[in-house]
Protein backbone atom coordinates (compact mmCIF):
# COMPACT_ATOMS: atom_id res chain seq x y z
CA UNK A 1 0.00 0.00 0.00
CA UNK A 2 1.21 3.19 -0.77
CA UNK A 3 2.17 5.49 1.51
CA UNK A 4 0.69 8.57 0.18
CA UNK A 5 -2.80 9.75 0.71
CA UNK A 6 -3.19 11.66 -2.93
CA UNK A 7 -1.31 12.34 -6.23
CA UNK A 8 -0.45 15.69 -4.73
CA UNK A 9 1.00 14.41 -1.88
CA UNK A 10 3.12 11.93 -3.57
CA UNK A 11 4.48 14.11 -5.81
CA UNK A 12 5.38 16.44 -2.80
CA UNK A 13 6.90 13.76 -1.15
CA UNK A 14 8.76 12.68 -4.28
CA UNK A 15 9.66 15.89 -5.10
CA UNK A 16 8.71 15.33 -9.12
CA UNK A 17 5.66 15.63 -11.24
CA UNK A 18 4.50 11.86 -11.49
CA UNK A 19 4.37 10.70 -15.37
CA UNK A 20 1.17 8.89 -16.39
CA UNK A 21 2.23 5.58 -16.09
CA UNK A 22 2.84 6.73 -12.08
CA UNK A 23 -0.49 7.92 -12.09
CA UNK A 24 -2.35 5.35 -13.20
CA UNK A 25 -0.72 3.21 -10.94
CA UNK A 26 -1.17 5.51 -7.92
CA UNK A 27 -4.90 5.23 -8.50
CA UNK A 28 -4.40 1.59 -9.09
CA UNK A 29 -2.68 0.23 -5.79
CA UNK A 30 -2.89 3.02 -3.23
CA UNK A 31 -5.29 1.49 -1.43
CA UNK A 32 -4.46 -1.89 -2.30
CA UNK A 33 -2.33 -4.08 -0.30
CA UNK A 34 0.96 -5.55 -1.03
CA UNK A 35 -0.24 -8.93 -0.51
CA UNK A 36 -3.58 -8.51 -2.67
CA UNK A 37 -1.12 -6.91 -5.53
CA UNK A 38 0.97 -9.55 -5.38
CA UNK A 39 -1.58 -12.16 -5.95
CA UNK A 40 -2.99 -10.25 -8.92
CA UNK A 41 -0.43 -13.03 -10.21
CA UNK A 42 -2.89 -15.65 -10.14
CA UNK A 43 -5.07 -13.86 -12.21
CA UNK A 44 -2.05 -13.09 -14.79
CA UNK A 45 -0.95 -16.46 -15.05
CA UNK A 46 -4.39 -17.96 -15.27
CA UNK A 47 -4.92 -15.49 -18.41
CA UNK A 48 -1.73 -16.84 -20.06
CA UNK A 49 -2.05 -20.29 -20.04
CA UNK A 50 -6.07 -19.88 -21.08
CA UNK A 51 -5.24 -17.87 -23.96
CA UNK A 52 -1.97 -17.56 -25.21
CA UNK A 53 -2.27 -21.68 -26.18
CA UNK A 54 -5.45 -20.47 -28.11
CA UNK A 55 -3.92 -19.83 -31.71
CA UNK A 56 -1.64 -22.77 -32.32
CA UNK A 57 -5.14 -24.87 -30.85
CA UNK A 58 -7.15 -22.85 -33.61
CA UNK A 59 -3.96 -23.83 -36.24
CA UNK A 60 -4.07 -27.83 -35.08
CA UNK A 61 -8.14 -27.92 -35.06
CA UNK A 62 -8.80 -26.73 -38.23
CA UNK A 63 -5.01 -27.74 -40.10
CA UNK A 64 -4.71 -24.44 -41.90
CA UNK A 65 -2.69 -25.45 -45.54
CA UNK A 66 -0.75 -22.50 -45.07
CA UNK A 67 0.76 -23.51 -41.96
CA UNK A 68 0.72 -27.20 -41.79
CA UNK A 69 4.17 -27.48 -42.93
CA UNK A 70 5.79 -25.66 -39.81
CA UNK A 71 4.30 -28.80 -38.08
CA UNK A 72 6.92 -30.24 -35.66
CA UNK A 73 5.25 -33.86 -35.70
CA UNK A 74 2.73 -33.92 -38.60
CA UNK A 75 1.65 -37.05 -37.74
CA UNK A 76 -0.24 -36.64 -34.66
CA UNK A 77 -3.43 -34.13 -34.60
CA UNK A 78 -5.13 -33.54 -31.71
CA UNK A 79 -9.41 -33.18 -31.91
CA UNK A 80 -10.73 -31.10 -29.63
CA UNK A 81 -11.80 -32.95 -26.89
CA UNK A 82 -8.34 -33.76 -26.44
CA UNK A 83 -7.40 -29.96 -26.22
CA UNK A 84 -10.18 -29.23 -24.00
CA UNK A 85 -9.20 -32.30 -21.65
CA UNK A 86 -5.36 -30.92 -21.27
CA UNK A 87 -7.04 -27.21 -20.71
CA UNK A 88 -9.40 -28.75 -17.65
CA UNK A 89 -5.98 -30.98 -16.69
CA UNK A 90 -4.33 -27.58 -16.11
CA UNK A 91 -7.13 -25.78 -14.67
CA UNK A 92 -7.15 -28.42 -11.85
CA UNK A 93 -3.54 -28.31 -11.48
CA UNK A 94 -3.37 -23.90 -11.60
CA UNK A 95 -6.35 -24.04 -8.69
CA UNK A 96 -4.93 -26.82 -5.82
CA UNK A 97 -1.10 -26.25 -6.55
CA UNK A 98 -0.49 -22.93 -8.47
CA UNK A 99 -2.51 -20.69 -6.63
CA UNK A 100 -1.98 -21.79 -3.36
CA UNK A 101 1.73 -21.40 -4.61
CA UNK A 102 1.32 -18.37 -5.05
CA UNK A 103 -0.98 -17.25 -2.01
CA UNK A 104 1.80 -18.66 0.39
CA UNK A 105 4.79 -17.17 -0.78
CA UNK A 106 3.90 -13.73 -0.64
CA UNK A 107 6.04 -13.30 2.57
CA UNK A 108 9.41 -14.53 1.08
CA UNK A 109 8.27 -12.26 -1.85
CA UNK A 110 7.81 -9.83 1.03
CA UNK A 111 11.57 -10.73 2.85
CA UNK A 112 13.62 -10.08 -0.24
CA UNK A 113 11.99 -6.75 -1.21
CA UNK A 114 9.48 -6.74 -3.85
CA UNK A 115 8.39 -3.27 -3.87
CA UNK A 116 5.42 -1.66 -5.12
CA UNK A 117 6.56 1.67 -4.06
CA UNK A 118 6.89 5.09 -6.43
CA UNK A 119 8.96 5.70 -8.65
CA UNK A 120 7.92 2.72 -11.12
CA UNK A 121 11.03 0.90 -12.40
CA UNK A 122 12.65 2.38 -16.06
CA UNK A 123 12.67 0.50 -18.85
CA UNK A 124 16.12 -0.53 -19.21
CA UNK A 125 15.38 -1.58 -14.97
CA UNK A 126 12.62 -4.04 -16.15
CA UNK A 127 14.91 -4.93 -18.88
CA UNK A 128 18.18 -5.42 -17.20
CA UNK A 129 15.97 -7.69 -14.24
CA UNK A 130 14.34 -9.85 -16.83
CA UNK A 131 17.09 -10.76 -18.39
CA UNK A 132 18.85 -11.69 -15.15
CA UNK A 133 15.62 -13.54 -14.00
CA UNK A 134 15.10 -15.80 -17.58
CA UNK A 135 19.20 -16.69 -17.37
CA UNK A 136 18.62 -17.62 -13.44
CA UNK A 137 15.89 -19.43 -14.21
CA UNK A 138 16.95 -21.44 -17.21
CA UNK A 139 20.49 -22.42 -15.12
CA UNK A 140 18.43 -23.40 -12.17
CA UNK A 141 15.69 -25.65 -14.28
CA UNK A 142 18.02 -27.23 -16.14
CA UNK A 143 19.72 -29.43 -13.33
CA UNK A 144 16.26 -29.79 -12.02
CA UNK A 145 15.06 -31.41 -15.38
CA UNK A 146 18.09 -33.24 -15.29
CA UNK A 147 17.01 -34.35 -12.20
CA UNK A 148 13.56 -36.11 -13.08
CA UNK A 149 15.06 -37.82 -15.87
CA UNK A 150 16.74 -40.22 -13.42
CA UNK A 151 15.21 -43.09 -12.66
CA UNK A 152 13.61 -42.38 -9.78
CA UNK A 153 12.35 -38.64 -10.38
CA UNK A 154 11.06 -39.59 -14.12
CA UNK A 155 8.65 -42.69 -12.69
CA UNK A 156 7.91 -41.15 -10.05
CA UNK A 157 6.87 -37.55 -11.12
CA UNK A 158 8.15 -36.18 -14.36
CA UNK A 159 6.80 -39.00 -16.67
CA UNK A 160 3.05 -37.10 -16.49
CA UNK A 161 4.80 -34.33 -18.46
CA UNK A 162 5.76 -36.60 -20.97
CA UNK A 163 2.07 -37.91 -21.48
CA UNK A 164 2.31 -35.55 -24.25
CA UNK A 165 5.21 -36.74 -26.20
CA UNK A 166 3.55 -34.31 -29.39
CA UNK A 167 3.55 -31.40 -27.28
CA UNK A 168 0.86 -28.66 -27.61
CA UNK A 169 0.71 -25.44 -25.81
CA UNK A 170 -1.83 -26.16 -23.08
CA UNK A 171 0.65 -29.01 -21.83
CA UNK A 172 3.73 -26.45 -21.15
CA UNK A 173 1.65 -25.96 -17.77
CA UNK A 174 0.48 -29.94 -17.46
CA UNK A 175 2.69 -31.86 -15.11
CA UNK A 176 2.87 -33.45 -11.56
CA UNK A 177 1.72 -31.32 -8.60
CA UNK A 178 5.21 -32.37 -7.61
CA UNK A 179 7.16 -30.66 -10.56
CA UNK A 180 5.10 -27.56 -10.39
CA UNK A 181 6.43 -26.97 -6.91
CA UNK A 182 10.03 -27.76 -7.67
CA UNK A 183 9.92 -25.84 -10.94
CA UNK A 184 8.33 -23.03 -9.10
CA UNK A 185 12.27 -22.68 -7.55
CA UNK A 186 13.76 -21.50 -10.62
CA UNK A 187 10.82 -18.89 -10.85
CA UNK A 188 11.12 -17.77 -8.23
CA UNK A 189 14.61 -17.40 -7.59
CA UNK A 190 15.93 -14.44 -10.18
CA UNK A 191 13.14 -11.98 -7.92
CA UNK A 192 14.71 -13.17 -5.01
CA UNK A 193 18.29 -12.60 -5.93
CA UNK A 194 17.46 -9.43 -7.55
CA UNK A 195 14.05 -7.53 -6.02
CA UNK A 196 11.97 -5.51 -8.66
CA UNK A 197 9.11 -3.70 -8.83
CA UNK A 198 5.64 -5.84 -8.18
CA UNK A 199 5.00 -4.67 -12.09
CA UNK A 200 8.14 -6.11 -13.17
CA UNK A 201 7.13 -9.35 -11.11
CA UNK A 202 4.44 -9.32 -13.21
CA UNK A 203 5.53 -9.17 -16.20
CA UNK A 204 8.19 -11.61 -15.25
CA UNK A 205 5.65 -14.40 -14.35
CA UNK A 206 3.75 -13.67 -17.70
CA UNK A 207 6.38 -13.77 -19.60
CA UNK A 208 8.05 -16.67 -19.07
CA UNK A 209 4.60 -18.68 -19.41
CA UNK A 210 4.49 -17.39 -23.14
CA UNK A 211 7.83 -19.12 -23.42
CA UNK A 212 7.01 -22.16 -21.90
CA UNK A 213 3.64 -22.12 -23.69
CA UNK A 214 5.65 -21.43 -27.01
CA UNK A 215 8.14 -24.06 -26.76
CA UNK A 216 5.34 -26.40 -26.18
CA UNK A 217 3.30 -25.27 -28.86
CA UNK A 218 4.28 -27.86 -31.83
CA UNK A 219 4.73 -25.50 -34.31
CA UNK A 220 8.49 -24.33 -35.40
CA UNK A 221 7.06 -20.86 -37.16
CA UNK A 222 9.44 -19.07 -39.26
CA UNK A 223 8.23 -15.57 -38.27
CA UNK A 224 8.69 -15.95 -34.34
CA UNK A 225 10.06 -12.85 -32.98
CA UNK A 226 11.90 -15.43 -30.38
CA UNK A 227 14.00 -16.48 -33.30
CA UNK A 228 16.15 -12.97 -33.24
CA UNK A 229 17.49 -13.80 -29.37
CA UNK A 230 20.97 -15.00 -28.68
CA UNK A 231 20.83 -18.76 -27.93
CA UNK A 232 16.84 -19.70 -27.31
CA UNK A 233 15.58 -22.85 -27.88
CA UNK A 234 12.42 -22.62 -28.82
CA UNK A 235 9.77 -25.20 -30.33
CA UNK A 236 11.51 -27.20 -32.50
CA UNK A 237 14.35 -27.53 -29.75
CA UNK A 238 11.94 -28.33 -27.28
CA UNK A 239 9.88 -30.86 -29.09
CA UNK A 240 13.00 -33.09 -29.72
CA UNK A 241 13.06 -33.70 -25.87
CA UNK A 242 9.38 -34.68 -25.94
CA UNK A 243 10.04 -36.87 -28.91
CA UNK A 244 12.25 -39.00 -27.74
CA UNK A 245 10.64 -39.13 -24.34
CA UNK A 246 11.90 -41.15 -21.53
CA UNK A 247 15.26 -42.07 -22.80
CA UNK A 248 15.82 -38.69 -24.10
CA UNK A 249 18.85 -37.58 -22.33
CA UNK A 250 18.79 -34.53 -24.32
CA UNK A 251 17.77 -30.81 -24.62
CA UNK A 252 17.06 -30.50 -20.35
CA UNK A 253 17.38 -26.92 -20.75
CA UNK A 254 14.02 -24.62 -20.21
CA UNK A 255 14.76 -21.40 -22.58
CA UNK A 256 18.49 -21.22 -23.94
CA UNK A 257 20.67 -23.89 -25.80
CA UNK A 258 24.34 -22.87 -23.82
CA UNK A 259 24.66 -25.24 -20.41
CA UNK A 260 23.20 -28.52 -22.90
CA UNK A 261 25.90 -27.08 -25.40
CA UNK A 262 28.28 -27.05 -22.16
CA UNK A 263 27.64 -29.93 -20.40
CA UNK A 264 27.68 -31.83 -23.48
CA UNK A 265 23.54 -32.93 -23.26
CA UNK A 266 22.78 -31.40 -27.23
CA UNK A 267 24.52 -34.46 -28.76
CA UNK A 268 21.36 -36.50 -29.48
CA UNK A 269 19.91 -33.38 -30.87
CA UNK A 270 22.73 -32.43 -32.94
CA UNK A 271 23.23 -35.99 -34.65
CA UNK A 272 19.56 -36.33 -35.13
CA UNK A 273 19.65 -32.41 -36.98
CA UNK A 274 22.54 -33.95 -39.00
CA UNK A 275 20.67 -37.48 -39.88
CA UNK A 276 17.62 -35.30 -41.04
CA UNK A 277 19.87 -33.00 -43.34
CA UNK A 278 21.52 -35.51 -45.38
CA UNK A 279 17.86 -37.25 -45.16
Known amino acids: MLPYDSLEGAELALGWNLTVAERLWFSYSAHKSDYILYTHNCLFVFLVFSLVPLPWALVELYWFDAVD ?130 TTLWLWSSLRQVEAIETHSGYNFPWSPTKLIPFYGGPEYHDFHHFVGRQCQSNFASIFTYCDYLYGTDKGYRRHKQAVKKA
Request: hydrophobic content about 50%; charged content about 15%.
Open 69 to 198: RFKLQPRVKRSFPELFKCYKDVLHQFIFVVAPLIAVSFPVLEWVGIRTSLPLPTKWEVISQLIVYFLVEDYTNYWIHRFLHSEWGYEKIHYMHHEYNAPIGFAALYAHWAEILILGIPTFLGPAMVPCHM
